[in-house]
């Protein structure tokens, strides 16, 4: 994994080349900006290439360093992160007591604090003094994607490098190239995902292909039905997560349902393997009827914010549906 392979943060890819091209290194940095855009990677890319033996614009990926920051063995370099929770004091006096002797391989230790935010106040503390006399050759870098719940005694101490959003287009190439999907798929996802690669690749995961292929089975009376829609919600109410991804695989049949019935562009519809059924629907099911789904979708989404019952949502759902179909 080199800078290249990071896509879409060009701006802050760039500075980060500047920086060790023109050797003019910070002692803190704070990579901050949305979830899923490359932040961790970046930093871990930094490390390396601040260390790397033959960098010529891109670590080398083969020397030791390269091979040993991949491999998260190398003792010069650590990544703080927390599952849930807090980053404990514990945990970062450990590595402050590490900070007084010399790196044992590196020309510059390196300390990546993932989700910085969550530093506990006598973290933060201990860790602002050595914000304020860092050692010579180590250099601190905050990964934060709400850098605001940082205290401002330790973002005044950091050179702050900003991530954004990861443009549609990009997404939409990433998933292209990474998982295979058509370019269809791949746009709605890349839609879907509010620019963020994590979430575009989690969207087209197989667990989550596989929920969108129960759903549209079910919906379409096609394939290895599993159950029936009640069987579904029953099994996709118990997580949280699994619901709205079962919720939104709903919303993207019946949308596509209505834009076939307005629009008789085929590169609007997503779910184009589902064609032959959407289209005997179509006929069957009113306009009115199926915005009537959707706006039910919409309360779904919003109840869900109130605490509704999630099994509740989806067998009503399932009715209506049912209803609408027969
Ligand atoms: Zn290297």
Known sequence: ?????????????KILRQVINNKHLAHAYLFHGPDGVGKKKAAITFAKALNCADFEDDVCDICVSCRK??????????????????????????????????????????????????F??????????TLEEPPADTVIILVSSNPDMLPQTVLSR????????????????????????TPVAADHIANLANGSVSKALSLSSEEVQGIRMDILSVLSGKGNVKGNLFDLAEQYSKDEKIFYEALDW???????????????????????????HMISLKEKISLETLLDIIEYI?????????NMNRQLALDVLGIKIMRSIA
Not at 120 to 129: E, H
Not at 255 to 271: E, F, G, P, T
Not at 298 to 306: F, H, L, N
């Open 158 to 181: 950091c050179h702050r490098i900003a991530f954004s959003n990861i443009p549609t287009r990009t997404l939409t190439d990433i998933l292209i190239e990474k998982n295979g999907l």
């Open 298 to 306: 919409k309360s779904v989404y919003k109840g869900q914010e109130r």
């Open 250 to 276: 709903i919303y993207t049949y019946f949308r596509d349902i209505i834009m076939m019935k307005v629009q008789s562009d085929l590169n609007l519809i997503i779910n184009r393997d589902f064609y032959d």
């Open 120 to 129: 506990n106040l006598s973290a933060s503390n201990a860790f602002l003094k």
């Open 1 to 13: 994994m080199g800078f290249d392979e990071i896509k879409g943060q060009d701006r802050a890819i």
């Open 69 to 118: 920051i991949n491999q998260g063995i190398h003792p010069d370099v650590t990544l703080i992160q927390t599952e849930k929770g807090e980053i404990k004091i514990g945990e970062i006096r450990n590595i402050i007591k590490g900070m007084i002797y010399k790196p044992l391989e590196a020309k510059n230790r390196i300390v990546i604090v993932d989700e910085s935010e969550r």
